[in-house]
């Protein structure tokens, strides 16, 4: 596999396992109700990054076009991330940013 695949494989899986405990530390927020964007887009988030890995592990014809929707969905979860306050939606903002960057790289290869 070639190391651009794999360190977008790495990305989307970081991004995946930081929307994963951000979604969990979200809902643990006295105040979660101001955060159900943030709640919302760490699902789509980790979805999409999920379904990324395995396009790109199974080499599918469609990889393309899925890590450019991932990069859009990492986008806008990072977005909205860097909103609120709360380590846990700093860094997954951060880690959405870096997975975008990759995912762009890998649907313009």
Known sequence: MEQYVE???E????????CNHCFTKC???????????CIRLD??????C???????Q??????KEICALCADICEACGTEC?????????T???SCFACAEQCRSMAAS
Request: glycine share 2%; aromatic share 2%; with cysteine.
């Open 7 to 9: 360190a977008c494989i």
């Open 11 to 18: 990305a989307c899986i970081d991004c995946m396992e930081a």
């Open 27 to 37: 809902l643990e927020e006295s105040t979660h109700h101001d955060l159900s964007g």
């Open 43 to 48: 699902r789509e988030c980790a979805d999409i």
């Open 50 to 56: 999920t379904l990324a890995v395995k396009a790109m």
């Open 58 to 63: 199974t080499d599918s014809p469609f990889m």
């Open 82 to 90: 860097e909103k609120h306050d709360h380590d846990h939606c700093q």
């Open 92 to 94: 997954c903002a951060k």
